[in-house]
């Protein structure tokens, strides 16, 4: 290495703040165009090169002079940069599982929903013909129970009647169904 980065380093090594500004001018560039070739992302690999700095910074009564200081900072560099891309790809996999995982349990929970609705159904079905036609009219139509007593010709409080006793036949063997 020439002797006027061996100076450069040793002033650096020695806590001398304006080598840390000199050096980081003077490579930046070179580092940061390596990490890009790696990354293809300039935001990650300017953090990156960042942090590389603030490394060496913090560990610079580690440094040799008579290194070479290039090879030093690309390897570290290219190191990180591997590492970011391990990272990102392990993260990629995770947001994935978590994709499908997500995917997985709305079909469950449309299943579900479908199962019950059926359930719901068949025990409509189970019901007297009466309880069958005032639910039918009141869900299905959305008839209020007025108009039902109306069509059906039939008083109101038998409409009521009917619908809370059929409610309750329902949902004593959605219970049941429940349990099977």
């Given at each position: 290495?020439?002797?006027?980065?061996?100076?450069?380093?040793?002033?650096?090594?020695?806590?001398?703040?304006?080598?840390?500004?000199?050096?980081?001018?003077?490579?930046r560039?070179?580092?940061?165009?390596?990490?890009?070739?790696i990354?293809?992302?300039?935001?990650?690999?300017?953090?990156?090169?960042?942090?590389?700095?603030?490394?060496?910074?913090?560990?610079?009564?580690?440094?040799?002079?008579?290194?070479?200081?290039?090879?030093?900072?690309f390897?570290?560099?290219?190191?990180?940069?591997?590492?970011?891309?391990?990272?990102?790809?392990?993260?990629d996999?995770?947001?994935?599982?978590?994709?499908?995982?997500?995917?997985?349990?709305?079909?469950?929970?449309?299943?579900?929903?479908?199962?019950?609705?059926?359930?719901?159904?068949?025990?409509?079905?189970?019901?007297?013909?009466?309880?069958?036609e005032?639910?039918?009219?009141?869900?299905?139509?959305?008839?209020?129970?007025?108009?039902?007593?109306?069509?059906?010709?039939?008083?109101?409080?038998?409409?009521?009647?009917?619908?809370?006793?059929?409610?309750?036949?329902?949902?004593?063997?959605?219970?049941?169904?429940?349990?099977?």
């Open positions: 290495m020439c002797n006027v980065h061996s100076e450069l380093i040793v002033r650096f090594r020695d806590g001398e703040y304006q080598a840390y500004e000199e050096l980081y001018k003077k490579f560039k070179p580092a940061l165009h390596f990490c890009v070739s990354l293809k992302d300039i935001d990650e690999s300017e953090n990156i090169v960042q942090d590389v700095f603030l490394k060496i910074w913090y560990k610079r009564s580690l440094l040799n002079p008579n290194r070479n200081f290039i090879s030093y900072l390897t570290i560099v290219r190191n990180h940069a591997y590492d970011h891309r391990k990272v990102a790809l392990k993260n996999s995770i947001n994935e599982r978590f994709r499908e995982m997500i995917l997985d349990a709305h079909c469950a929970e449309k299943e579900v929903k479908e199962e019950r609705l059926d359930r719901i159904k068949e025990a409509v079905e189970n019901l007297s013909a009466r309880k069958k005032i639910i039918k009219l009141n869900y299905e139509r959305g008839m209020s129970y007025k108009e039902i007593a109306e069509k059906l010709d039939i008083k109101l409080n038998t409409v009521k009647n009917q619908l809370v006793i059929a409610k309750k036949s329902i949902r004593k063997e959605l219970e049941q169904s429940a349990y099977l």
